[in-house]
């Protein structure tokens, strides 16, 4: 029986050649060799070795130590690198080139796949605004006033973004309770997960040039999932009045894989009614293309699944996110990565954060393990996702995963 | 008559050889070669090619087309580059071979002297937070509870980060007062400049390892002006409950110029007592060198000086911010910025920000070339400062400029 071909994949592999992520990798015996690399199924293709071998106009750009360069080469070099790829993993002629340049998932390390320019995280799921509202300030309305004009947002630590798998370090800090006399210091012990997708800029614009809604896919390329782990005692203590800062900085998780827009053309979806009138530029009613993606969230800890998490619920869509972020006047650079803020659907299983899912430690999860409110030392977070992909072919999201580990002795 | 030599500067020229910033450059015949320069005067010595010239350990360091290595060497670098430095355009022998390498300041362009990795900024300015706190809740206490106990931060956009010279593109976006029933949308009609001073880390960290107070210097090279541009109508409506974004976002102006730290001295000055005690890792009591700087800033629009606000009256100091800013794991890179805050005194003409100098437009600044509650387009904002030096020379920080230039029309 002829050994079987890592390109023979079984039936609707959710990374099959309809999908193609990108990331960056070294193998064990060339560590010091950043290469960047396309996921099929559960291999991962040397796609500058690809280039070579078959010939393409695009071989220096695939010859590189990371996404960066196929990055900031636009939409059209994104569009035919994909096709090439396509062909490369699929036409049987190619098979004996490419099989050579397939590297077993679980030989390589993964690394973050490029630099990270500016990080933003945005605010734009209803449910979770609404449940934070609510549990932070019980006696007000609990969405601000300006919640359904924009779409709200924050500069993030664009140096401590990490890649999946990195330990995350639990983070120290102030924290004051009202019924605490004066700020406390020491380990956060409300340390929280937020369930995001992050997207990812190529195209740059220059200073004073918004980037208008019909141009959103001129200048993103794709995504990741994220997870922006959040202290909820620090940042509580901290956040008046100019918005979180250590109780965010310490570390954010994106997966490994950056998933092409292109690869996600089949879910599309219609975002939720809006119920305010939005002015002129975040008017999203007439384009052609549903600003909606759905993507479908799994947050697991120590396995257990805790939380689905629905993309689709989102009230503000990527495209209006970009154009908000722009419509100043700011610029952007390939690189630049931003959050879609925390994914919490209607229901009490779709919340995308431990602060909503134990009502802010008031009602713990009940797990096989113990209970949880907030994560504990040792717990291991992973966040999945799949999205509808063509002929009902799931597209797999690459996973992003961290696993806490105890803040350092201060002396 | 022997032509003079630029090195032979007037008495107590505030940028002799005690002083020596450094920048990035290029020439009008070679626009394409940024260079590492170190300003002397009206001059500009290539500090390259001075190196290479003169034989230095650090000569690869020097010829680059930034100051990012540099600032990556650490300090023992940083101290003997500047002895090096210091020699060549004081000792007499080396005259001739340094006089051929300094350039006119008029004949040079000046140039963002590296790269921005994450950029902060503070609010360490008990004044300043004092005024805002009154004008903007002028019900409530001024500062929030959390003031005192902490320095207040959050991150700005690292990719708007613009050299001293670079027009300011009046940024629009949405504005509602509550005499609004709906947000507006154009460009903003309160755009404000902040004085700030903007320090550079030069010697990263690792994930999860705090900087202590007294490690300040091992990783702080030196510092710019600042002016932290600022949209008061946008900011107001979006910054509950995250922070500022776009009201800040779409340009923040440093100085062309590095002031070393080294430079600095004998501007040290104890800063101003706290009334609250703070967490032991802010407790700067028993520190061996004073932790505040003595620098006397200026703010000018089109050429009148409005404001002259005094940098040793801030509360929080750059060691308390850099140490609060890692408390919490976070990693530093190299070219990490981080902005003071508005500088303001206690007098009325030493406020950083028109906000305060008209206290929100009710006081129109009457100026010789008519009044002015926030900036009109055309309007030139320049910022200077000094500060004490050795043997009571000076010591001048470059200037940051910028003028203000319309909003694009929209579509």
Do not use: C
């Amino acid at each position: 029986m002829p050994e079987q071909s890592p390109l023979d994949l079984a039936e609707g592999d959710p990374f099959g050649p309809h999908n193609l992520p990108y990331g960056a990798f070294t193998t064990a015996d060339e560590p010091g060799r950043r290469r960047l690399g396309v996921r099929i199924g559960d291999h991962v293709l040397d796609a500058g070795a690809a280039a070579h071998t078959l010939g393409s106009p695009y071989a220096s750009l695939l010859a590189q130590p990371g996404l960066g360069p196929l990055l900031a080469a636009g939409r059209t070099a994104w569009r035919d690198v994909r096709r090439a790829l396509t062909a490369w993993v699929t036409v049987p002629a190619h098979r004996q080139d490419i099989e050579p340049l397939l590297h077993p998932l679980d030989s390589v390390t993964l690394h973050l796949p490029y630099e990270v320019a500016d990080y933003v995280d945005f605010y734009s799921s209803e449910h979770h605004a609404t449940n934070v509202g609510h549990i932070f300030r019980p006696d007000g309305e609990p969405l601000t006033p300006n919640w359904k004009h924009l779409p709200i947002g924050y500069h993030g630590r664009s140096g401590t973004v990490v890649v999946s798998g990195t330990d995350v370090i639990r983070p120290a800090g102030q924290r004051k309770t009202p019924a605490d006399p004066a700020p406390l210091f020491g380990p956060s012990v409300k340390l929280d997960i937020e369930a995001e997708v992050g997207f990812v800029v190529g195209t740059p614009t220059e200073l004073g040039r918004p980037v208008p809604l019909n141009a959103f896919r001129d200048h993103v390329f794709g995504l990741h999932l994220l997870n922006d782990w959040s202290a909820r005692d620090i940042q509580a203590w901290e956040y008046v009045p100019l918005g979180p800062f250590l109780g965010k900085s310490f570390a954010t998780s994106v997966s490994a894989w950056v998933t092409p827009l292109e690869a996600l053309d089949a879910a599309r979806v219609a975002p939720p009614a809006r119920d305010v009138d939005v002015l002129p530029y975040l008017d999203d009613s007439g384009d052609e293309e549903p600003g909606g993606l759905d993507l479908r969230i799994s947050v697991a800890i120590n396995g257990q699944i805790v939380s689905e998490p629905p993309f689709a619920t989102m009230y503000w869509t990527a495209a209006q996110q970009l154009t908000h972020m722009t419509v100043n006047g700011a610029s952007l650079r390939t690189g630049d990565l931003y959050g879609s803020g925390t994914v919490s659907g209607p229901e009490v299983h779709q919340r995308g954060s431990l602060l909503e899912l134990t009502w802010n430690g008031r009602d713990p999860l009940e797990l096989p393990y113990g209970k949880r409110t907030f994560l504990e030392d040792g717990d291991e977070v992973t966040m999945t996702a799949w999205a509808p992909g063509p002929d009902g072919v799931r597209v797999g999201l690459g996973e992003v995963t961290g696993r806490i580990v105890p803040a350092p002795a201060t002396s």
